[in-house]
C-alpha cells in the first residue's frame, strides 16, 4: 500500500470532528455522550459486515467472475449488511429516545453511524479483509470517497427512520430507508466495480442533490414541530 492508501484513513474521522465542531457550534450542544456512543456503536456494526463476508468467501472461495455473482456479492453481502448494520444500531438505541423527535435527528445520528462505520471499514476493505479489492478499479479514490458516500447513506435511512417515528408508521418508513440507503450503497460499489466514469458522475451529482434535499426536508420538518 502507498501513503495516499493510508491517507484515507483519516478522512472519516477529520468528517467527524468537522459535524461534531459544527453542531456545537450551530446547536450549543454540551453534551457529546449520544454522539460518541453512535460513532463507536458504528465502529462495532462492522463486525457484521465481517462476518457475512466471511460466509460467502468460505462458499464461493473469492470467485465472483460470474456477474450475477458480483451483484449479489455487491447488494446483499456488502450493500445490504453494510447497511442493515447501522439501522439496527439506529433502531434498537436511538430510536427509543425522547429527545428523537423526527428525520432531523435521524440524519444526525445515521451520519455520526455511518461515519463510525466507514472508519473501520476503509482500514478492513484496504487490506483486502472484506470486499473485492482485485475487482475495484480506482481503489484508492474508492477508499477517499467511500465516507462520503456513507453520509449519503446515513442521511437517506436516518430521514426515513426518523419519518417512521414522527408518522407513527414505522414498518413502512424503517423498510424504505433500509432499502433505498442498501441501494445507494450498492450502487455506489458498483459502480467502482464496473469502471464507468460516466456512472459514477452521475452518482456523485444524483447523491448530493438527494442528501441536500432530505437535509432540507428534515429541517422544515423540525421547524413545523415546534
Known amino acids: 500500500m502507498t501513503l495516499i492508501t493510508y491517507f484515507s484513513y483519516a478522512v472519516s ?15 450549543s450542544i454540551n453534551s457529546l455522550k449520544n454522539i ?19 460466509l460467502i468467501e468460505l462458499q464461493w472461495h473469492g470467485n465472483y467472475r460470474n456477474m450475477r455473482r458480483m451483484a449479489f456479492f455487491v447488494f446483499v453481502v456488502v450493500a445490504f449488511s453494510s447497511e442493515f448494520a447501522k439501522f439496527l444500531v439506529l433502531k434498537s438505541v436511538f430510536y427509543k429516545m425522547k429527545s428523537f423527535l ?5 440524519i444526525i445520528y445515521s451520519i455520526f453511524i455511518s461515519l463510525g462505520f466507514s472508519t473501520i471499514a476503509v482500514v478492513l476493505y484496504s487490506y483486502g479483509i472484506i470486499g473485492v479489492p482485485d475487482q475495484i478499479h480506482n481503489f484508492d479514490l474508492f477508499l477517499y470517497t467511500y465516507p462520503l458516500a456513507s453520509i449519503i447513506c446515513g442521511i437517506t435511512m436516518g430521514f426515513f427512520v426518523g ?8 414498518f413502512i418508513d424503517n423498510s424504505t430507508g433500509l432499502f433505498i440507503s442498501t441501494f445507494f450503497n450498492g450502487l455506489f460499489f458498483f459502480g467502482f466495480i464496473t469502471s464507468d466514469i460516466r456512472l459514477l458522475v452521475f452518482i456523485a451529482i444524483g447523491y448530493l442533490i438527494i442528501g441536500v434535499t432530505l437535509i432540507i426536508k428534515g429541517v422544515s420538518l423540525r421547524l413545523t414541530q415546534k
Open 13 to 27: 474521522p477529520i468528517l467527524i470532528l468537522l459535524f461534531i465542531t459544527y453542531l456545537r457550534f450551530k446547536f
Open 36 to 54: 460518541r456512543n453512535a460513532v463507536i456503536l458504528g465502529m462495532l456494526s462492522v463486525v457484521l459486515l465481517i462476518i457475512t463476508n466471511y
Open 102 to 106: 423526527g428525520p432531523l435527528e435521524g
Open 163 to 170: 419519518m417512521g417515528k414522527m408518522r407513527k408508521n414505522g
